[in-house]
């Protein structure tokens, strides 16, 4: 049997399982998602969202992408901040890094790496913004995992500066948006203590008059 064989037997006997504890699993899915979180993480294959937090198909809208990155430019990832907004009226958005984030390792580097080079261009900058501070940190691990926690800050940020948390925040809408990060060594989150639910918690430079 090859490996997409076995995934395909894995996926029968999982629907099968699910019908067995619960006859009306599929119907429920098929008909309606109303999550509450938008979780933005890494594509990072030892992070799956829905596990780590215990929560069930349909209860978390997800978005991945290298090293949990939100750019004003990435049309991707804000289609999917503004459907989770302003279509499914999720109450919270998470931002997750994690230790040992390869994508912030590769930021830390010089050697090119070839188009990606332009996506770590985004974590480079966290690291110039904060270079005394990581640079004061001589264990170059504890300073990889320092880098991933200000970038998730950095991202956190990020989404609150977009017109589609700003305008939810304008017509009353109750949207929080945390910063959290992963330990692969333990399997536990860690709360940043980023929780942000209202415009006036962001700089002014970059609140919007509407």
């Given at each position: ?72 430019t990435d ?34 580097s010089t ?63 109750t949207l ?35």
């Open positions: 049997m090859t490996l997409l064989d076995e995934c395909f037997a894995a996926n029968r006997r999982w629907a099968a399982q699910t019908v067995a504890e619960d006859p009306n699993f599929f119907n429920r899915l098929v008909n309606l998602q109303s999550p509450d979180l938008l979780w933005i993480g890494c594509s990072d294959s030892r992070l799956p969202p829905n596990e780590i937090i215990g929560r069930a198909p349909g209860e978390v809208f997800v978005h991945r992408n290298v090293a949990n990155l939100v750019e004003h049309v991707n990832c804000l289609s999917v901040l503004q459907y989770a907004v302003e279509v499914l009226h999720v109450k919270h958005v998470i931002v997750c890094g994690h230790y040992g984030c390869g994508g912030v390792r590769a930021a830390m050697q090119p790496l070839g188009l990606i080079d332009n996506w770590l261009r985004h974590i480079r900058d966290v690291h110039l913004w904060n270079r005394e501070e990581l640079a004061a940190i001589q264990d170059p691990e504890l300073r990889l995992d320092r880098l991933a926690e200000l970038n998730v800050e950095a991202q956190v940020a990020n989404v609150c500066h977009t017109t589609i948390v700003q305008d939810a925040w304008r017509r009353g809408a929080t948006v945390h910063g959290w990060i992963y330990s692969l060594r333990d399997g536990l989150l860690r709360d940043l203590g980023m929780v942000i639910e209202h415009p006036d918690q962001i700089p002014p430079e970059y609140r919007l008059v509407f």
